[in-house]
């Protein structure tokens, strides 16, 4: 069994900042756990604007705090994200996270990630395993 805090991760290896400066990660379950996910609470910042694409991933995600617009980038569909809204990227859909206001979400990735992805200049999270 394993019990962990976001609180007790902060500052560590596991709160990930991007390369970007437009959202931050604390990633409580990660691949070195091997159940088969990984989940994070997510923080994007209020003003920015992130395009992302999990070409490698797939990743649900539910808003608990905030507001944002979603935009799938393949139809050109925009959705209104407030908290208890959730989003499922089950296509690898490229999109565009828009915040109005600091957008907080928890996120599932299957695969699960290792905690050193960041998102490449096509948005992409490349597929990182484990080291044995």
Do not use: Q
Not at 66 to 93: F, S
Not at 112 to 128: A, F, I, K, Q
């Amino acid at each position: 069994m394993i019990v962990r805090s976001f609180k007790e991760i902060e500052g560590t290896d596991r709160h990930v900042k991007s390369a970007s400066g437009t959202w931050e990660s604390k990633r409580i379950v990660l691949a070195k756990e091997k159940v088969g996910f990984s989940l994070h609470e997510t923080i994007l910042y209020a003003g920015t604007e992130t395009s992302m694409w999990y070409a490698n991933h797939i990743e649900a995600v539910v808003c608990t705090k905030g507001d944002a617009e979603l935009t799938d980038l393949e139809t050109g569909k925009t959705y209104h994200i407030t908290p208890g809204t959730m989003y499922l990227l089950n296509g690898h859909e490229r999109h565009t996270l828009r915040v109005k206001e600091d957008f907080h979400c928890i996120c599932v990735f299957n695969p699960p990630v290792t905690g050193r992805e960041d998102h490449d200049e096509n948005g992409v999270y490349p597929l990182l395993t484990e080291e044995v």
